[in-house]
T-cell receptor
């Protein structure tokens, strides 16, 4: 199994508060991704990173920011959480440099915004 | 536009039945990859298979088999002699190389295998 951890695994917060989710990998993979999973939508890409300090937006990036200061860590921040951001968040990693292109997923973080 | 459609939202079968999960994709790229992931009730996403756009050979892995047909843009997944442990949500996904490479997921098919 790919070495990916996410923290916290569960979080309940209130509308308007900032929230940071962490993804940590031990595989030294170049690419990291944040997805959200909602009923009826499958998984949708929020942001991704193709290297340290190199990030870009996915299809549902509004209200989210990311940072990657080290290869192993990719942070997702909700600057001011809203109820529409209640979701399950998955981090994924991929080592596209070797051409594998398979994305391996972390265990997920369940976020509830009240 | 790039899109993945899993028309079957829910499927229910009795143990030992064969079941096929449908996946239809849309892309204009000539190089792409197709994936299937399994999400059991515990919630994690488990990688099952990756297929590139130049390899149309069908693949079999134990009770699982995959049928890739570029002519119909389909990548269907069959479970033979289903078991209760196969109960899960199954996602088909399309990997495209633009914008740094991203996975586009279908909405998932929830498979329930009853004893």
């Amino acid at each position: 199994d790919a070495g990916i951890t996410q923290s916290p695994r569960h979080k309940v917060t209130e509308t308007g508060t900032p929230v940071t989710l962490r993804c940590h990998q031990t595989e030294n993979h170049r690419y990291m991704y944040w997805y959200r999973q909602d009923p009826g939508h499958g998984l949708r890409l929020i942001h991704y990173s193709y290297g340290v300090k190199d990030t870009d937006k996915g299809e549902v990036s509004d209200g989210y920011s990311v940072s990657r200061s080290k290869t192993e860590d990719f942070l997702l921040t909700l600057e001011s959480a809203t109820s529409s951001q209640t979701s399950v968040y998955f981090c994924a990693i991929s080592d596209q440099g070797t051409g594998t292109d398979t994305q391996y997923f972390g265990p997920g973080t369940r976020l509830t915004v009240l | 536009a790039q899109k993945v459609t899993q028309a079957q939202t829910e499927i229910s079968v009795v143990e030992k039945e064969d079941v096929t999960l449908d996946c239809v994709y849309e892309t204009r790229d000539t190089t792409y990859y197709l994936f299937w992931y399994k999400q059991p009730p515990s919630g994690e996403l488990v990688f099952l298979i990756r297929r590139n756009s130049f390899d149309e050979q069908n693949e079999i892995s134990g009770r699982y088999s995959w049928n890739f047909q570029k002519s119909t843009s389909s990548f269907n997944f069959t479970i033979t002699a289903s078991q209760v442990v196969d109960s899960a949500v199954y996602f088909c996904a399309l990997f495209v190389y633009n914008q740094g490479g991203k996975l586009i997921f279908g909405q998932g098919t929830e498979l329930s295998v009853k004893p």
